[in-house]
């Protein structure tokens, strides 16, 4: 079986674009969380969604945004990007309601210039 | 708010010894998951061992295992026989239900050989 998956695996920015990234779990799980990992702050959960619908967000700027498709694949969408935006994004995949038992992608690596 | 504190930031072990890693929480509900999570240098976030709070059991998982104490709201991994491949860093996690994960900040674990 597949493992989570998650594109692309770097990206580099400019101060003021967007960028979306994208994570597809692995096969049946239902749940997708972000989480966001700096130096500074650790790891920090941004959002989680089941069955296309948001049902937690952690404390973030409204710039931050996701969402999830009927196939359970999941979008993270940061806009008017900043220069402490550069982190390692994390997502994660849950087989159901509960988030029990995540299994991790290798992240996105986002630099902002 | 739960928080998760890992107060050592780096520990060290010579090969074949055992080592513990400390994480208190704190939390007032009675019902929720705590993990031990490591990441080594390719950065894929990998579960090494769960524990739901309502077992009273310690979970084991071969050479890794937890001392869970919920009273004194402390959750300490032990892992038997260090192997080169264990170094890594090390993050103690929180969660209830569809909450997202609540991290510490991790421990750095070298392995010496």
């Known amino acids: 079986k597949a493992g989570v998956t998650q594109t692309p695996r770097y990206l580099i920015k400019t101060r003021g674009q967007q960028v979306t990234l994208s994570c597809s779990p692995i096969?049946?799980?239902?749940?997708v969380s972000w989480y966001q990992q700096t130096p500074g702050q650790g790891l920090q959960f941004l959002f989680e969604?089941?069955?296309?619908?948001?049902?937690n967000k952690g404390n973030f700027p409204g710039r931050f945004s996701g969402r999830q498709f009927s196939n359970s694949r999941s979008e993270m969408n940061v806009s008017t990007l900043e220069l402490g935006d550069s982190a390692l994004y994390l997502c994660?995949?849950?087989?159901?309601?509960?988030?029990?038992?995540?299994?991790f992608g290798q992240g996105t690596r986002l630099t902002v210039v | 708010a739960q928080t998760v504190t890992q107060s050592q930031p780096e520990m060290s072990v010579q090969e074949a010894e055992t080592v513990t890693l400390s994480c208190t929480y704190d939390?007032?509900?009675?019902?929720?998951?705590l993990f031990w999570y490591k990441q080594p240098p390719s950065r894929q976030m990998i579960l090494v061992i769960r524990?739901?709070?309502?077992?009273?059991q310690n979970a084991t998982e071969n050479r890794f295992s937890v001392n869970f104490q919920k009273a004194a709201k402390s959750f300490s991994l032990k892992i038997s026989d260090s192997q080169l491949g264990d170094a890594a860093m090390y993050f103690c996690?929180?969660?209830?239900?569809?909450?997202?994960?609540?991290f510490g900040k991790g421990t750095h674990l070298i392995i010496q050989p």
């Open positions: 994660a995949s849950s087989p159901g309601q509960e988030n029990t038992e995540a299994f």
């Open positions: 969604y089941f069955s296309e619908t948001q049902r």
């Open positions: 939390t007032s509900e009675s019902d929720y998951y």
């Open positions: 996690a929180y969660t209830r239900w569809a909450d997202g994960l609540t």
């Open positions: 096969s049946g799980h239902r749940s």
């Open positions: 524990q739901e709070a309502y077992k009273q």
